[in-house]
């Protein structure tokens, strides 16, 4: 049989070579051209002419912040322990298989040893802790049920911090009578710390690289020259908070880790913001606009005593596409998205001023302000239950608000080129 040069197998492969040829070409000359583009227009061209415009909006329909359903989970990295604002905490250990052989004359010394990520306020020292055994059974993601009634001061068992630098092993002795105590319990060793006065220590938990650690130093009998070491991580580690808020309120903007609240806003875009050449845009031609970047300025009320200036939030932005809401309520997961491209970089006070990058809400609030996917904004800290931090805001709506403090967006943009 005699093929034809379209059912050629040599030809066949020449064509789809010469094919792939011409795509690569056509592929390096798209990217070639697309790269083009101004530094200062992220996402204009350099033969269009357009250049990035910029406004300031200060327009808030409303805000207020709410609590969220968010409890100790028992997997935080962070023990909180402390007294602080309104809020005190206890945080709570239990280690089992104590060594059987536990008496005074093999016993040499035991140790707690946590490590101390923060005291706060750093300037106040020394930082006094107490120690009490717990005399009930408990699950570290139900620390609500641990009663007050079931701690036992332990006699002896005061501890002051001189001076705790973050992450400072800190190594606390423990008398052998509670060692004894423990010894035949069937759920081990049960003790929680409470601090003294407003001090407050953020302790790492088992959850982390550096978890706390009970050493028992001992010898299997009185003959022997060798010393066994009991070094174990607690079974479970926690804290309870003995004083649970929930609130909505729409006189205030705050966001607190502990007891989390979360903050609620609704920026509104006017219809004189977006211009090019000096003429306001059409509501199309405004929804072609490319948003570069935009960034909600937010200004702090009152003091800052957790964060001042050397301690990082984490802030995320997420949007609200329920557009009925209007009056303080919590708002549900289920009504908010993090949008793609939504950045959270953890941040440093400057001043009085805390900014948050917005670029992708402001985008879908652009193309969504007239519709019923657009309901506002909500702001959450990352570190939720994981310390004492709290940020309250001069609120846009408040009366004795100074034009200084007002809230506001910072939006750069680029207008379409072609009509």
Same mark, same amino acid.
């Given at each position: 049989?005699?093929?034809?040069?379209?059912?050629?197998? %040599?030809?066949?492969?020449?064509?789809?070579?010469?094919?792939?040829? $011409?795509?690569?070409?056509?592929?390096?000359?798209?990217?070639?051209?697309?790269?083009?583009? %101004?530094?200062?227009?992220?996402?204009?061209?350099?033969?269009?002419?357009?250049?990035?415009?910029?406004?300031?909006?200060?327009?808030?329909?409303?805000?207020?912040?709410?609590?969220?359903?968010?409890?100790?989970?028992?997997?935080?990295?962070?023990?909180?322990?402390?007294?602080?604002? $309104?809020?005190?905490?206890?945080?709570?250990?239990?280690?089992?298989?104590?060594?059987?052989? @536990?008496?005074?004359?093999?016993?040499?010394?035991?140790?707690?040893?946590?490590?101390?990520?923060?005291?706060?306020?750093?300037?106040? $020292?020394?930082?006094?802790?107490?120690?009490?055994?717990?005399?009930?059974? #408990?699950?570290?993601?139900?620390?609500?049920?641990?009663?007050?009634?079931?701690?036992?001061?332990?006699?002896?068992?005061?501890?002051?911090?001189?001076?705790?630098?973050?992450?400072? =092993? @800190?190594?606390?002795?423990?008398?052998?009578?509670?060692? =004894?105590?423990?010894?035949?319990?069937?759920?081990?060793?049960?003790?929680?710390?409470?601090?003294?006065?407003?001090?407050?220590?953020?302790?790492?938990?088992?959850?982390?690289?550096?978890?706390?650690?009970?050493?028992?130093?001992?010898?299997?009998?009185?003959?022997?020259?060798?010393?066994?070491?009991?070094?174990?991580?607690?079974?479970?580690?926690?804290?309870?908070?003995?004083?649970?808020?929930?609130?909505?309120?729409?006189?205030?903007?705050?966001?607190?880790?502990?007891?989390? $609240?979360? =903050?609620?806003?609704?920026?509104?875009?006017?219809?004189?913001?977006?211009?090019?050449?000096?003429?306001?845009?059409?509501?199309?031609?405004?929804?072609?606009?490319?948003?570069?970047?935009?960034?909600?300025?937010?200004?702090?009320?009152?003091?800052?005593?957790?964060?001042?200036?050397?301690?990082?939030?984490?802030?995320?932005?997420?949007?609200?596409?329920?557009?009925?809401?209007?009056?303080?309520?919590?708002?549900?997961?289920?009504?908010?998205?993090?949008?793609?491209?939504?950045?959270?970089?953890?941040?440093?006070?400057?001043?009085?001023?805390?900014?948050?990058?917005?670029?992708?809400?402001?985008?879908?609030?652009?193309?969504?302000?007239?519709?019923?996917?657009?309901?506002?904004?909500?702001?959450?800290?990352?570190?939720?239950?994981?310390?004492?931090?709290?940020?309250?805001? #001069?609120?846009?709506?408040?009366?004795?608000?100074?034009?200084?403090?007002?809230?506001?967006?910072?939006?750069?943009?680029?207008?379409?080129?072609?009509?």
């Amino acid at each position: 049989m005699t093929l034809s040069k379209s059912h050629d197998p %040599e030809v066949r492969q020449k064509s789809t070579n010469a094919a792939r040829y $011409m795509f690569c070409i056509a592929l390096s000359l798209f990217l070639l051209l697309s790269a083009c583009t %101004e530094k200062e227009n992220l996402t204009g061209t350099n033969f269009s002419g357009v250049s990035p415009q910029e406004f300031i909006e200060d327009t808030f329909e409303f805000g207020w912040s709410y609590s969220s359903e968010l409890k100790v989970s028992g997997k935080e990295p962070v023990i909180l322990c402390g007294r602080y604002s $309104m809020y005190e905490t206890d945080a709570l250990f239990q280690f089992t298989d104590l060594p059987e052989i @536990i008496n005074t004359a093999l016993v040499d010394s035991a140790f707690f040893e946590f490590y101390a990520l923060r005291t706060m306020p750093q300037d106040r $020292m020394p930082v006094s802790l107490n120690f009490y055994t717990i005399n009930q059974a #408990w699950v570290d993601s139900l620390t609500d049920d641990v009663l007050d009634s079931h701690f036992e001061p332990i006699d002896s068992m005061s501890f002051t911090l001189s001076t705790v630098p973050s992450d400072s =092993l @800190i190594r606390i002795p423990l008398p052998l009578s509670l060692l =004894l105590s423990s010894r035949d319990d069937p759920v081990g060793l049960n003790f929680a710390i409470r601090t003294a006065d407003s001090d407050v220590v953020e302790i790492r938990s088992r959850e982390s690289l550096l978890q706390p650690r009970l050493k028992i130093y001992y010898k299997e009998s009185a003959d022997s020259e060798s010393q066994i070491i009991y070094n174990n991580a607690p079974v479970q580690d926690s804290y309870r908070i003995r004083y649970m808020s929930r609130e909505e309120s729409d006189s205030i903007l705050k966001l607190r880790n502990i007891s989390p $609240m979360r =903050l609620f806003l609704k920026p509104i875009l006017t219809s004189g913001s977006f211009v090019f050449e000096g003429s306001t845009l059409s509501n199309q031609d405004r929804k072609r606009c490319v948003i570069n970047k935009a960034e909600l300025v937010l200004h702090l009320k009152g003091g800052n005593p957790y964060y001042g200036t050397e301690i990082d939030y984490s802030i995320v932005p997420l949007y609200v596409r329920n557009s009925t809401i209007n009056t303080p309520s919590m708002i549900t997961t289920t009504e908010t998205s993090q949008l793609q491209f939504t950045t959270v970089t953890p941040a440093k006070v400057k001043g009085d001023c805390v900014v948050i990058n917005v670029t992708p809400l402001v985008q879908a609030m652009n193309l969504n302000e007239d519709t019923s996917e657009y309901g506002g904004i909500i702001l959450r800290s990352l570190q939720e239950m994981l310390n004492f931090g709290e940020l309250e805001f #001069w609120h846009p709506l408040d009366s004795q608000l100074p034009d200084a403090k007002k809230p506001y967006l910072k939006v750069r943009y680029t207008p379409p080129y072609l009509k």
